[in-house]
Nanobody, 128 residues
């Protein structure tokens, strides 16, 4: 059964760092676009970062690109999100997501509806 499993969330003080990890099971992550989303209560999931399936190049929401780094480890079949200089407004549940076929060259999905597979989410809480 195909699934994504996130880990690495937790409680951190403002200015601190966290690294989230998304492990694929039954899915080869390098073969698909993979993204990270954040959701807070009462709001829709918002795109944070993604990694392209064709060349592994990252792309980010503009407001986070200087603090967040997405990367892929093909040997471990994982996609990670390194977050630094965390702010209280980064608090939320972080989801890993994967867009399944059909895929187009250059696919860089950034909307939740474009992704077919979702993990269960991991809570990140940044205290002030």
């Amino acid at each position: 059964q195909a699934q994504l499993v996130e880990s690495g969330g937790g409680l951190v003080q403002a200015g601190g760092s966290l690294k989230l990890s998304c492990a694929g099971s039954g899915l080869t992550l390098r073969s698909y676009p993979v993204g990270w989303f954040r959701q807070v209560p009462g709001k829709e999931r918002e795109f944070v970062a993604g990694i392209a399936w064709t060349d592994g190049r990252p792309y980010y929401r503009d407001s986070d690109k200087d603090r967040f780094t997405i990367s892929r480890d093909n040997t471990k079949n994982t996609v990670s999100l390194q977050m630094i200089r965390l702010k209280p407004e980064d608090t939320g549940v972080y989801y890993c997501a994967l867009k399944g076929p059909p895929l187009a060259l250059g696919d860089r999905p950034a909307s939740a509806y474009e992704f077919n597979y979702w993990g269960q989410g991991t809570q990140v809480t940044v205290s002030s």
